[in-house]
């Protein structure tokens, strides 16, 4: 007997529904081609088409696993997923390209031969330390939403001699610009004659948190690490070099976030 029409129509919807919708420049974002930004500019300059026909609008709904993307005619495929740690030098910028120039962390993977990788997270030009980089957007995601409240530790070197009162004071937190700058956690490593080590825990992130933080509360950073970001830390990577993360770290780092 003839399934009745309605049954066919459900079963003919059935890959849409395994295969959510999203913006082209959203799937060429997932698919690890590239930064959402960059599909956005790839995509109104005519170089990406969808189904042999250049599309030309970033937000066109497009299905991830049946649609045909090609960017320059040649075919979009997944890649395979790369997640890496790389130990960021003080003076380079988290960018893919800097308009004055200056030595980006993509100068430092350039030979390696990897795929697009987006950093997680950021880490500003004066900063450095443990910087993680992945092609998995959605993993990337999950690690930087600011719900997930995933620790980060830093090891901050002040001008000063910060006692436990302005401790307390890093936990209890300032207002600075309409923002709640506060840390989780705040230790006193060690003390010079005329500046001291700080261990700074955050779970969450505001631009510049830490600096601003310790300016509201009379201290100039001088240098600023980033050693851990949940389970996983920077630990003897030399400064400038990077390596993958195996799947047990991976698997840390979406556990803890």
């Given amino acids: 007997m003839p399934r009745p029409p309605s049954f066919r129509r459900a079963a003919a919807a059935t890959p849409s529904a395994q295969s ?14 590239c930064s959402r930004s960059q599909a956005e500019q790839w995509i109104r300059a005519g170089r990406v088409s969808v189904d042999g026909r250049v599309v030309r609008d970033p937000h066109q709904p497009t299905l991830i696993d049946r649609h045909r993307l090609a960017v320059d005619g040649q075919p979009v495929q997944r890649s395979e997923s790369v997640y890496v740690v790389f130990n960021k ?14 030595a980006t962390v993509y100068t430092a993977l350039a030979a390696a031969g990897l795929p697009w990788l987006g950093p997680v997270g950021r880490l500003d030009k004066a900063s450095e330390g443990l910087l993680l980089l992945s092609n998995d957007t959605t993993w990337a995601a999950g690690i930087t939403d600011p719900a997930t409240h995933l620790e980060k530790t830093y090891h901050v070197q002040v001008a000063g001699q910060p006692d436990a009162a302005v401790l307390q004071a890093m936990l209890a937190g300032v207002e600075d610009a309409g923002d709640r700058l506060k840390a989780r956690k705040a230790t006193l490593l060690r003390v010079g004659e005329k500046n001291a080590w700080l261990e700074v825990v955050l779970d969450e992130g505001r631009n510049r948190h830490i ?8 201290f100039d950073v001088l240098r600023l690490i980033r050693v851990a970001i949940g389970p996983l830390a920077l630990g003897e990577l030399a400064k400038g070099q990077w390596r993958r993360l195996d799947q047990d770290e991976v698997r840390a780092l979406v556990t803890q976030s």
Avoid: F, N, Q, T
């Fill in 20 to 33: 959510p919708r999203h913006g082209l420049a959203r799937v060429l974002s997932k698919l690890g081609a």
């Fill in 211 to 218: 600096r601003r933080l310790l300016a509201a509360l009379g």
């Fill in 89 to 102: 030098p003080r003076g380079i910028v988290v960018s893919a390209a800097d308009e004055h120039g200056r």
